[in-house]
């Protein structure tokens, strides 16, 4: 790895998601392990008519959060962000008083933005002039909106950050975390994920050649969804985070993928993997990989159910690994009586970086 | 958590500095055009302002950035976003001037990557066009384009990290990478943030009237508002032991970063000034610096009523009017995620070459505060130390303090 010391290990203290399968920690899991797949939604493209699709995070999910004075006019992401910073605090068992709030750091991640609003607000100044472009809707374009949300949400007065980047940014926005708690003397670190999707953005994929069309079944299934981890200096799970290896050309990308690997586990293998296979030219490289390294790991890829989330994906991921660790299971695998003790998660983005980390129980 | 293993902090210097700014593209340029006290802002000609209230920017000479990355684009036979080519312009400075520098991580700022791309992307749906440059808008919109395009200058393995906190991103970027070689988690970092302007982001700013149709007037009573401008500065951040063992030239250093994030509104700080006094109080006690060693301030200073407010405030109550202050933003607008890097390289300029850049079209002070604004002309002086603010959309606000080497 880059850093000039040995990996550190981050405890993680609470879990929260926010999926296409619903929000409940252990009902989404429920879900998982019987094979239920996120229901499709179509979404036509106004100008053309063209029709993608994606999975939709149900409305009811986050319909508590509607009488929110803060989030009244957010975007989809902030709602999301929220509800599944909550939760994650709530799984923690940490109440935010103005003492502990002013211990807490905010770390978000994204890879899109709020494309909603953007979409709306350059539809404005290209179909009706410049002049008419509504204020309300610009600074929810800002990517550090929903970060913001959530540090009025909690309380924080102190470090906020916004990171962007491809679907392992949610595996960089931990890093940062782990190097804030290590840097600094916050007792924890809230790390939220969060994506949403609109036709722009679909169009942009499918016409990269990585989104599926509808009917299809090759490319990936965007996805709308959020996930939170709370890393603190106590937790019930060790998470350790690999810094990433750049991928400049997709060529380069089995490489990158493998030194993650063999940085995070140089000897020994994992019980499970949480992979990151997505529909994409992703699928064949992590394959590929994970065939020679790890021959014997289960594997299991939560993006055959849940989408591929972008900037949420990465810790959608992690919490599906944390979940494995405390079941004993793994999506999509017979339990087989083998015990599950180490997770790896693996991640490659389409155009930044291959990322990955290892979970195990805290001893 | 295991934290690493306990060790003295290390001293951090600034080994190179690159930085592309509506001043100049180079510390040689910029440093005559902020000695000059250069206006930089120009109409702007890149898109449509004729309904827009605000019709200028602080612009960089786009040709110029593109006779600069020519040969790479015809290498790989496509053009580049302007972010890219300025990054990239930043990024060959720094390793004219460390060429041995080879780092570890790069920790980069920016609020919109290439969104000009993406405006092109919408565009051509609405006009129900299908160009072959759609492929090429997508691969360069996102943020880690950009950063990857100026990795691959050194060539390096060095993963990123991008952050988007608004108008803050590229003071957070220098500051969390500071942290970071302080700590010993690595030895070198390379820093600093980048934005070109956009269509999208320029009608944002004066949808929301913070953009101003006159001149931008930072701490001025008669102030209306910020012009956007554009760049990028990168910074090479290293241990400054392993600095001085390989003779790399050290320019400054830095010693001290906070951050605070104030949650009155999305877009208007709270009018007590608290959250970018909170940024400056404690990146003064990480540095372990007095606020009467401070020789200069390089303001966030937008010139819009509400920053300069709280920001004139907060600098009042902590250091009075005896420390000057300036905004260069008055010379080449808000760069936004670009800005915080830039203006650190500023402060380096300055610091180096021992004097105060100006804060232009001043007029006559704000009667809320008593500061002692560097007016219309620069000032020789010797720096032992200065600060650099930024603040930005969501509360986040951010200082950085650096020291001459």
Redesign the interface.
Same mark, same amino acid.
């Given at each position: 790895m880059s850093s000039m010391l040995p990996p550190t290990t981050a405890k993680i203290a609470g879990l929260g998601w926010v999926t296409p399968l619903g929000g409940g920690l252990e009902s989404v899991w429920e879900r998982l392990l019987r094979g239920d797949v996120a229901e499709a939604k179509i979404i036509a493209n106004p100008e053309t008519g063209r029709e993608h699709v994606y999975a939709p995070v149900p409305p009811k999910t986050v319909e508590a959060l509607g009488r929110n004075p803060r989030l009244r006019r957010s975007s989809a992401i902030s709602y999301f962000a929220v509800a599944a910073g909550l939760a994650a605090l709530e799984n923690a068992g940490v109440s935010l008083t103005p003492e502990t709030a002013a211990r807490t750091a905010i770390v978000f991640a994204i890879s899109s933005g709020g494309v909603v609003y953007t979409r709306k607000f350059y539809e404005q100044i290209v179909k009706q002039g410049a002049n008419t472009a509504s204020p309300l809707l610009f600074p929810e374009t800002v990517y550090n909106a929903p970060a913001s949300h959530l540090a009025a949400q909690f309380g924080v007065d102190g470090a906020s950050y916004t990171l962007v980047g491809d679907s392992t940014v949610g595996l960089a926005a931990l890093k940062f975390a782990e190097q804030l708690l290590a840097t600094s003397d916050l007792d924890r670190v809230v790390v939220v994920g969060s994506e949403e999707i609109d036709w722009i953005l679909c169009e942009a994929y499918r016409d990269w050649r990585l989104a599926r069309r509808p009917g299809g079944s090759r490319g990936a299934m965007l996805a709308e969804g959020a996930a939170a981890v709370v890393l603190a200096r106590e937790g019930k799970l060790d998470l350790v985070l690999h810094d990433g290896v750049p991928v400049f050309r997709r060529v380069e990308a089995g490489a990158a993928l493998a030194r993650v690997f063999a940085d995070l586990l140089p000897t020994g293998a994992p019980d499970a993997v949480i992979g990151c296979a997505n529909g994409t030219f992703v699928d064949g490289i992590e394959r590929q990989v994970l065939a020679q390294r790890f021959p014997e790991a289960a594997l299991s890829f939560p993006k055959c159910a849940l989408g591929e989330a972008l900037g949420a994906s990465g810790l959608i991921q992690v919490v599906a690994a944390a979940l494995a660790l405390q079941h004993g299971a793994v999506p999509g695998m017979s339990a087989d009586g083998k015990s599950i003790d180490t997770v790896l998660v693996s991640a490659l983005g389409f155009n930044q970086q291959a990322g990955g980390a290892v979970l195990r129980r805290t001893a | &958590?295991?934290?690493?293993?306990p060790s003295a902090p290390r001293r951090v210097a600034i080994t190179a500095v690159g930085v592309v700014s509506p001043l100049g593209l180079g510390c040689g340029e910029t440093t005559r055009a902020l000695r000059a006290g250069r206006d930089g802002v120009t109409p702007v000609t890149a898109f449509?302002?004729s309904?827009?209230r605000c019709k200028t920017a602080g612009s960089i000479d786009r040709a110029a950035l593109r006779a600069n990355s020519a040969a790479v684009e015809k290498a790989r036979g496509h053009e580049l976003h302007p972010a890219s080519r300025m990054m990239m312009a930043a990024g060959a400075e720094v390793r004219r001037g460390d060429a041995a520098f080879d780092p570890?991580?790069l920790v980069i700022g920016?609020?919109s990557?290439g969104m000009s791309f993406?405006?092109h992307?919408?565009?051509a749906?609405?006009e129900?066009r299908q160009p072959h440059e759609?492929?090429l808008w997508?691969?360069n919109?996102?943020?880690?384009?950009p950063v990857?395009d100026t990795?691959?200058l050194w060539p390096?393995?060095?993963?990123?990290?991008?952050?988007?906190?608004?108008c803050a991103s590229g003071t957070?970027a220098v500051g969390?990478a500071f942290?970071?070689v302080?700590?010993?988690?690595?030895?070198r970092v390379l820093c600093g943030g980048y934005d070109a302007i956009s269509? &999208?982001v320029f009608?944002?700013?004066?949808?929301?009237?913070a953009s101003t149709p006159e001149k931008i007037r930072p701490f001025d009573k008669s102030r209306t508002g910020l012009v956007l401008g554009e760049g990028a500065a990168l910074l090479a951040l290293e241990d400054l032991e392993s600095a001085q063992q390989r003779n790399a030239p050290i320019l400054a250093e830095i010693t001290g970063y906070g951050?605070? =994030?104030?949650?009155h509104h999305? =877009?208007q700080p709270h009018p007590s000034g608290i959250g970018p006094r909170?940024a400056m109080e404690r990146a003064l006690a990480d540095a372990g610096t007095a606020p009467g060693e401070v020789d200069y301030i390089n303001a966030h200073g937008t010139a819009t009523p509400f920053n300069d407010a709280t920001e004139g405030t907060a600098i009042a109550q902590i250091f009075g009017e005896r420390v000057p202050v300036s905004s260069t933003k008055s010379m080449m607008g808000h760069s936004l995620g670009a800005a915080g890097a830039i203006e650190a390289a500023f402060c380096v300029l300055a610091l180096r070459e021992r004097f105060l850049p100006p804060n232009i079209h001043f007029q006559e002070l704000d009667p809320a505060w008593r500061l002692n604004i560097v007016a219309n002309e620069s000032r020789a002086a010797e720096l032992n130390c200065v600060i650099s603010n930024s603040f930005?959309? *969501? *509360? =986040?606000n951010a200082t950085i303090v650096l020291q001459k080497a």
């Open positions: - | &958590m295991s934290s690493p293993a449509d302002v309904r827009t570890e991580l920016t609020t990557g993406g405006e992307f919408y565009r749906q609405v129900k759609r492929s997508l691969a919109y996102l943020p880690q384009k990857l990795l691959e390096s393995a060095a993963p990123s990290q991008i952050i988007a906190n608004a957070n969390h942290r970071l302080r700590a010993g988690h690595y030895r269509e &999208m009608v944002g700013f004066d949808s929301l009237q951050i605070s =994030t104030d949650n999305l =877009t909170q930005g959309f *969501g *509360g =986040t």
